[in-house]
Each structure stands twice: as C-alpha cells, then as structure tokens.
C-alpha cells in the first residue's frame, strides 16, 4: 500500500465511525459512557466486543457506541500500550521493570497450562493486567469525557441542519 491509499482508508475509516456515531438516536451522555466503556475493554487483554455489549447492558448505556469503542481499540491499540502497561504494573507493585519483562518474556516463550496455578504466574500477570486497567480506566473517561463535549457540540447542529432538509423537502413537494 502506498501513502495515499493508507491516507485514503483513514480517512474513509474515521468518516464512517463519524456518521455510525451521530447517527445513534440516545442522549449525548449514554453514546459517550458506551464509547468510553467500549474502549477501555477493546483495551484490555481477553476482553472486547462481547464484554462491551454485555457491560452495555448492564450499565444501560448505548450498546452500538460500546461496540464501536471496543472495535476502534481491541487488540491493535493494547499491543501498541503493552510496554506502558508493564511499566505502570511495575510502579503499582514495587517490581523493576526489565525483571517482569524478562519474566513475561519466559512465560510467554515457554507458556504451559500448569503455570496457571503457580504463584510466580500470578507475580508476572498481575502486574501487567493492573498496568492495562490503569490505562483502560484513564483512555475510557478520556474517551467519555471527550466524546460528550464533541457530541453536545455537534449533535444539535446535525439535528437543525436536518429538520431543515425536512422542511425544504416538504416544500419542495
């Protein structure tokens, strides 16, 4: 692919998440808490779209905009913050950084069943999994906060710029 047409499916990528996103008929403050819940769980390791629809339900927010959220995140954006993840599990839990790295590094490598049960599994992932709900947590009321003000901005502007249309179209008839 070349520089264009990466350009090109960007821009076609983030005009139809745009028009998926205003289009959803909810109140401003339910389509922003699902985008922000959807993408703190695309972020998180082992969770995504069906832990976002199921904590959708759940918390009675808006179950396109938490789908859309866990889209726009799962999988891709956690590998890029998986080194992030490792150095903010490291701070909580008082571990130096390149030592749970090597130990992720080991487990990973040479991963059995039966280190499920055994406590130096525990000392490697808790850690790590305590980095991504960190960052999960702060990019999903980041994602909220910042959505509800772009959407209390927009919204109303599409919906007169709508009935417009309506009215134009009914005289036109």
């Given at each position: 692919?070349?520089?264009?047409?990466?350009?090109?499916?960007?821009?076609?990528?983030?005009?139809g998440?745009?028009k998926?996103?205003?289009?959803?008929?909810d109140?401003?403050?339910?389509?922003?808490?699902?985008?922000?819940?959807?993408?703190?769980?695309?972020?998180?390791?082992?969770?995504?779209?069906?832990?976002?629809?199921?904590?959708?339900?759940?918390?009675?927010?808006?179950?396109?905009?938490?789908l859309?959220?866990?889209?726009?995140?799962?999988?891709?954006?956690?590998?890029?913050?998986?080194?992030?993840?490792?150095?903010?599990?490291?701070?909580?839990?008082?571990?130096?950084?390149?030592?749970?790295?090597?130990?992720?590094?080991?487990?990973s490598?040479n991963?059995?069943?039966?280190?499920?049960?055994?406590?130096s599994?525990?000392?490697?992932?808790?850690?790590?999994?305590?980095?991504?709900?960190?960052i999960?947590?702060?990019?999903?009321?980041?994602v909220?906060?910042?959505?509800?003000?772009i959407?209390?901005?927009?919204?109303?502007?599409?919906?007169?710029?709508?009935?417009?249309?309506?009215?134009?179209?009914?005289r036109?008839?």
């Amino acid at each position: 692919m070349n520089k264009k047409t990466i350009r090109q499916s960007l821009a076609s990528f983030f005009q139809g998440l745009y028009k998926k996103l205003f289009k959803i008929h909810d109140t401003p403050q339910r389509i922003a808490l699902g985008l922000g819940l959807g993408v703190a769980l695309g972020l998180v390791p082992g969770t995504g779209p069906l832990a976002a629809l199921f904590a959708a339900v759940l918390f009675k927010v808006n179950r396109a905009s938490a789908l859309l959220g866990s889209l726009v995140t799962n999988t891709w954006l956690s590998l890029v913050t998986f080194l992030l993840a490792l150095r903010i599990g490291s701070v909580i839990f008082r571990v130096n950084t390149e030592v749970l790295k090597s130990e992720w590094g080991k487990l990973s490598s040479n991963f059995q069943w039966s280190y499920l049960f055994k406590s130096s599994f525990f000392k490697v992932i808790l850690p790590v999994l305590s980095g991504y709900l960190v960052i999960a947590i702060l990019l999903g009321l980041f994602v909220y906060l910042t959505a509800l003000v772009i959407i209390k901005k927009i919204k109303p502007a599409l919906r007169r710029q709508a009935g417009r249309k309506d009215e134009s179209h009914r005289r036109h008839k």
